[in-house]
């Protein structure tokens, strides 16, 4: 049995040009509330009790990254409505795969699944 329980936090970067971009996707579009953090470069939310930090970079290396974010919604349709609202085209799974799941890039290509 594993003594891991959950994802403290999870660290992506983001293209530093995209700075606003990435903040507004995550907190209007995906609904994160954001945490305060210091520096101001950095951006912070809270996913549950982890939390996500993006760190802007000048260009994403594409030889060292992790696939996907998974995160577990609890109002999936509302999130899949704010995608396709704000222009995003998330690929969902069949109707009756469960739990559903769709996936989509945010503004510096990094890839989210979420969970329903």
């Known amino acids: ?18 700075h606003d971009a990435v903040r507004d996707f995550y907190l209007r579009v995906i609904g994160l509330e954001e945490v305060p953090n210091a520096d101001g470069e950095r951006l912070r939310f809270a996913l549950g009790d982890a939390t996500l930090s993006l760190s802007p970079v000048l260009e994403i290396s594409r030889e060292v990254r992790p696939d996907y974010l998974a995160i577990k919604a609890g109002a999936y349709d509302a999130i899949l409505s704010r ?9 969902c799974s069949l109707p009756q795969v469960q739990p559903r799941v769709m996936y989509v890039k945010d503004p510096s290509g ?6 329903d």
């Open 1 to 18: 049995m594993s003594t891991l329980l959950s994802i403290e936090s999870v660290q992506l970067p983001f293209l530093s040009h995209r």
């Open 110 to 115: 990094n890839q989210l699944a979420i969970l």
């Open 83 to 91: 995608l396709v609202g704000a222009g995003h085209h998330p690929v």
